[in-house]
């Protein structure tokens, strides 16, 4: 099969567990683009977030960013997909979070609102090289649709009980997925990477069957299982391995370079 289009999430996939980019990833990804392949990132990350990796690799063309919910053109500077959150279901969220002690991450605009600074809120900047901004009770502040909100919990038993809690009060009218191990992430219904993946193959003229994604966790489970060829990280979760049609070695094993190699013989 000749592959065209390779989609790879960032974190714990194509990054190490320094939130870097492996050497080996950026040789194995320059010389892929060079050959005419095409790679995109599709990440939960916000866009400002992931553009210093796509601007490290080089990589032209659209960035699948806040899990599909936004889609930019880095080459041309224009967004290409914008879906975000129902304004009303939104604020109804954040009331709940707000009235269970949550610790809520607001995007607007590609800026990023907390309502303190806290444990929570520098662990999320450290991990995503972002600043937060502090804007004092989020349902308060909040005042149009935001492209994505995020819970930050460390307390397993708490994530757990706010996850199944909020899936099966608003399960209908959002997607919720998770990520990293203390992140719950409430998109737009019907947004996923996926369908962001689907939507941007179609609009390059590939096919389903000549589509690579590679990814590491349940918010890549669309993208792995829609695609031709669906690779799950070795330190993903078992049931999302199970998805997939193969696995590579882990993130902190430069996996995608050793995928890359594999596949296309660089």
Known sequence: MA????VLDLDDTLLDSEQRLPEQNVISIKKLSKSGVRVVIATGRMFISALPYVKELELKGPIITYNGAFVKDVTLDKVIYHQPMDYK???KIIKDMEDEGLHINLYQDDQLYVAE???RSKYYERTAGVK???VGKISDFIAKPPTKVLIVEKDQAKKEKAL???REKY???IEITESKDYYIEFMARGVSKGKAVERLAGQL???RSEVIAVGDNW???EMIEWAGLGVAMENAPAAVKEKADCITLPHYQAGVSHLIKEIFAI
Do not use: C, P, Q
């Open 3 to 6: 592959y065209k289009l390779l």
């Open 219 to 221: 918010n890549d489970l």
């Open 89 to 91: 279901i939104a604020l």
């Open 164 to 166: 199944r809690y909020f």
């Open 117 to 119: 600074e806290n444990d």
């Open 171 to 173: 399960g209908e009218y």
């Open 132 to 134: 937060v901004e502090t």
């Open 205 to 207: 003229g590939i096919e």
